[in-house]
């Protein structure tokens, strides 16, 4: 499975829910929600900063990924970005790849 780590940020409204809700009860519903598409959640975290949420979460592949991320930012609640986790040994193999890759203004 893929990993993916998540920034996510709430909206005023979505600040009130968690209020309403609590911290706990929203983890349970991401949880949920991931599980529904054949994923884990490996590490969730509120947070004070640029972002309210950090969540690292594995899923089958990137349109799941995808189609989590068009359904939180169309509530208008939160916003997420995803990033793409890469392993080391993923690092290691795409190391080992042969690119045809010419530098800008090379000749």
């Known amino acids: 499975m893929k990993k993916y780590l998540i920034k996510a940020s709430y909206s005023p409204d979505g600040i009130k829910g968690v209020i309403e809700d609590g911290g706990s009860k929203r983890k349970l519903a991401i949880e949920q929600m991931v599980a529904g598409l054949g994923g884990k959640v490996e590490a969730f975290y509120y947070a004070l900063g640029d972002h309210d949420v950090y969540v690292i979460w ?50």
């Open 58 to 107: 594995e899923l089958p592949d990137d349109i799941s990924a995808a189609a989590i991320g068009l359904r939180i930012n169309a509530s208008g609640l939160a916003s997420i970005s995803t990033i793409v986790l890469l392993s080391p040994e993923d690092i290691d193999a795409a190391s080992k790849m042969s690119v045809n890759y010419r530098t800008p203004g090379a000749k």
